[in-house]
Structures are given as C-alpha cells and as structure tokens.
C-alpha cells in the first residue's frame, strides 16, 4: 500500500507540474500578446495625432491677405506662361 501510496503522490505532483507549465506558458502568451497590443496602440494613436494635425492645417482659414498674394502670383504666371508660348511661336516662325 506504502508503493501504490507513493505512486500516486508522484503522479498528482506531475499533475501539478503540468498544470503550472500550462498556466505559466499561458502567462507569458497574454503578457506578449498584451504588449503587442500595447505598441499597436501606442502606434496608431501616434498616427491618428498626426492625421488630426494634418486635418487642422488644411482646415485653417486663409487669410484674406494669403488669398490676394496667391491669386496675384496665379496672374502673374499665367501671364509668364502666355508670353513664353508667343515667343515660342515667334521664334519657330522665324526658323521656317
């Protein structure tokens, strides 16, 4: 009885080995699981504050002034741009 007595403490301590191996792998599973999912929202919070900054500058009024000096040099290029193609042709006359 003192063997099968022993026998059986040997078996519920492998038992209980086993179990705390599984529970321990398990631990550290959620522990890497939980750390990924920590850098994966630490990463897309990052990336939602630049998009919200993004979102604010393009949102931003312009001034009325910003509106004048960019339409001004819209005219003044288009003018550039008609001067150049009459010299073009002008110049591509006067080589025929």
Known sequence: MTE????RTQML????????ATWRERALNAEQG??????????????????LVHIRDLQAE?????????????TTLKQRVRQLR???????NLEA
């Open 34 to 51: 939980l750390k990924a999912a920590q850098a994966e929202i630490l990463a897309q919070r990052t990336r939602i504050g630049e998009l």
């Open 4 to 7: 099968a007595g022993e026998r």
């Open 86 to 92: 009459r010299r073009l042709i002008w110049d591509r």
């Open 13 to 20: 301590a492998s038992q209980d080995d086993e179990h705390e």
């Open 62 to 74: 312009w001034t009325e002034e910003a509106i004048q000096r960019i339409t001004t040099e819209n």
